[in-house]
């Protein structure tokens, strides 16, 4: 429970800890780090690259590099654009990922694992049909408009 002691954690346990944010899996490590463990074997036949890298790669695509605080001016908030620091961007990438992932296979006959390997595929490659990449570049696009 300290402070950035998350930063002393891996990025695959930190994505498997993301999963369990919803009703679904909330509690469920071990079914969460089951979802995990299939997406990477999914994507290390699809791409035929290491499905780590891919994590990575997707999270560089994924991670906003800005976004938006409120100044409160007298009675007035005024909108500024501010820089990520570099563990917040990380979290936020991992945060929209997992819920991109969970969305993605509410309601679908897609297995969540595929849905994960999709939603890391798409965020490697940078592509606008994953929901993280989607999310970062409407933040980036707000703040870019608060400047």
């Known amino acids: 429970n300290r402070s950035f002691g998350k930063s ?14 919803t009703e679904v899996y909330t509690g469920k490590k071990a079914k969460s780090l089951g979802a995990v ?20 790669e997707a999270l560089e695509n994924a991670a906003p590099r800005e976004e938006i605080t409120r100044l409160q001016f007298g009675g007035i908030s005024v909108p500024k654009a501010v820089d990520i620091a ?6 936020i990438a991992l945060r929209n990922i997992a819920k991109g992932t969970v969305d993605d296979s509410f309601k679908n006959k897609k297995p969540v694992e595929e849905c994960l390997a999709d939603e890391l595929i798409l965020a490697s490659k940078g592509d606008m049909n994953s929901f993280s990449v989607a999310k970062k570049e ?10």
Do not use: G, H, W
């Not at 002393?8 to 944010?21: A, D, F, G, P, T």
């Not at 463990?37 to 990575?56: C, G, S, W, Y």
């Open 138 to 147: 409407e933040i980036e696009r707000v703040a870019s408009s608060a400047r």
């Open 8 to 21: 002393k954690v891996s990025i695959v346990e930190r994505l498997v800890n993301n999963l369990m944010r």
């Open 37 to 56: 463990k299939d997406a990477f074997e999914i994507i290390a036949v699809r791409t035929k690259k290491n499905p780590v890298q891919v994590l990575v």
């Open 86 to 91: 570099p563990c917040r961007r990380l979290d």
